[in-house]
Structure formats: structure tokens, C-alpha cells
T-cell receptor, first 111, second 117 residues
Framework: DAKTTQPPSMDCAEGRAANLPCNHSTISGNEYVYWYRQIHSQGPQYIIHGLKNNETNEMASLIITEDRKSSTLILPHATLRDTAVYYCIVNYGGSQGNLIFGKGTKLSVKP | GAVVSQHPSRVICKSGTSVKIECRSLDFQATTMFWYRQFPKQSLMLMATSNEGSKATYEQGVEKDKFLINHASLTLSTLTVTSAHPEDSSFYIC?????????????FGQGTRLTVV
């Protein structure tokens, strides 16, 4: 079973920041938080991952709470192309480890 | 960056026939690959773990004789859906990680849309 809880859906206005929350209260000390998204009929696309510290890349920022029991993915300036299902996954990060997907959050970016 | 490629992207087959789906790691050698299945409006469900040079590990409820997995090289895993039926129609996706890089992301193929008629 997935170890994360996400809201089933969210709306965001184009050009505004999209903040997607994720709860992972049972995360282990050496498990990472990964975020992926899936645009309709495509394979999942990696966005970002982190262990303890906040992370930022060209796509998004990841804010992890100090107790690591929750995190927030931030898309700073959402576009219509960011409409997708966003998955938050906790994982050890090793090459042998599969990713267990929950139901994710369906983000709809509206003009 | 590392890429995982799947082929074909879309296939239609008749009931009772078999279909082979290929998953290749293009930039790295993958000792382990993962196969997922996704039904409409549902999340990805792990079917099996493909291990190079050894037998695949199947998740509970997945029939190993129906979904044959072969991982004959470090860059190629294949999933064969044998004696396909309409209920096997689904979106099949593979993934792999680069074992030479620690704590890295998993890369996913483009997915294969299988329609059994």
C-alpha cells in the first residue's frame, strides 16, 4: 500500500503557484520523498525528490517539514501544460526498490 | 539524461493471441526493471520485478504464466501477455533506475496501450 495521502484533486489558475500537499506520517528515517506526474496516456515523469532539506530544480520546489511527516510540491508559475496527476511517493531510493503509487492529486490548471 | 524506452506505444490484438512489449534502458545498464499496469482512471499497479539473469518476481494476484517476463540483457526486459483477453486491455508501463547512481529517480517508459479485441 502507498504510504502517502494526497487530496484527490486541486485547481490552480494559470500563472499562479500550485501548492500540492502530501502526508507521509509513517516515513522512515532513510526514505526519500519523490514526486512524479503523469499526463494523460503517458508514462510518469520525474519532478523532484528530497530527504530532509528543501529542494529546488527547474521544474519545482519541494518543501519537507522538519518532522518529515509531510511535504509540499510547489509549481511556481503553473501553465496549462502542468495539468496532470501528481504522485507523491516515499522510497529508499535504491536501484532495487520499486515505487508504490497512491491515487495522486489531479491538478487542473485553468486559464 | 538516462532514458527508458518502451515499444510499441500502442497495440491492438485479437483475443487468444500473444503480445510482446519491450522495455529498454538507453543510457545505463539496469539489473532490475519494474512492470506496471494502469487501468482507466486508476493509479499504476506494480505487476512484477524483472531481474537480469534470473526469474522475475510477481506481485500477488499476477499470473506469472500469463505475463511472461524475460530480462536477458542489462538493457532489455520484455513482457509478453499470453493468450490475451479483453480484460487484459490496459496501459502497461516499465521503469528502471540507474544502479550506478545512488538515491536517484526512477525513469519510466512511455507506456504501451494494449487493446484486445
Amino acid at each position: 500500500d502507498a504510504k502517502t495521502t494526497q487530496p484527490p484533486s486541486m485547481d490552480c489558475a494559470e500563472g499562479r503557484a500550485a501548492n500540492l500537499p502530501c502526508n507521509h506520517s509513517t516515513i522512515s528515517g532513510n526514505e526519500y520523498v519523490y514526486w512524479y506526474r503523469q499526463i494523460h496516456s503517458q508514462g510518469p515523469q520525474y519532478i523532484i525528490h528530497g530527504l530532509k532539506n528543501n529542494e529546488t530544480n527547474e521544474m519545482a520546489s519541494l518543501i519537507i517539514t522538519e518532522d518529515r511527516k509531510s511535504s509540499t510540491l510547489i509549481l511556481p508559475h503553473a501553465t496549462l501544460r502542468d495539468t496532470a496527476v501528481y504522485y507523491c511517493i516515499v522510497n529508499y531510493g535504491g536501484s532495487q526498490g520499486n515505487l508504490i503509487f497512491g491515487k495522486g492529486t489531479k491538478l487542473s490548471v485553468k486559464p | 539524461g538516462a532514458v527508458v524506452s518502451q515499444h510499441p506505444s500502442r497495440v491492438i490484438c485479437k483475443s487468444g493471441t500473444s503480445v510482446k512489449i519491450e522495455c529498454r534502458s538507453l543510457d545505463f545498464q539496469a539489473t532490475t526493471m519494474f512492470w506496471y499496469r494502469q487501468f482507466p482512471k486508476q493509479s499504476l499497479m506494480l505487476m512484477a520485478t524483472s531481474n537480469e539473469g534470473s526469474k522475475a518476481t510477481y506481485e500477488q494476484g499476477v499470473e506469472k504464466d500469463k505475463f511472461l517476463i524475460n530480462h536477458a540483457s542489462l538493457t532489455l526486459s520484455t513482457l509478453t501477455v499470453t493468450s490475451a483477453h479483453p480484460e487484459d486491455s490496459s496501459f502497461y508501463i516499465c521503469s528502471a533506475r540507474d544502479p550506478s547512481r545512488k538515491n536517484t529517480e526512477a525513469f519510466f517508459g512511455q507506456g504501451t496501450r494494449l487493446t484486445v479485441v
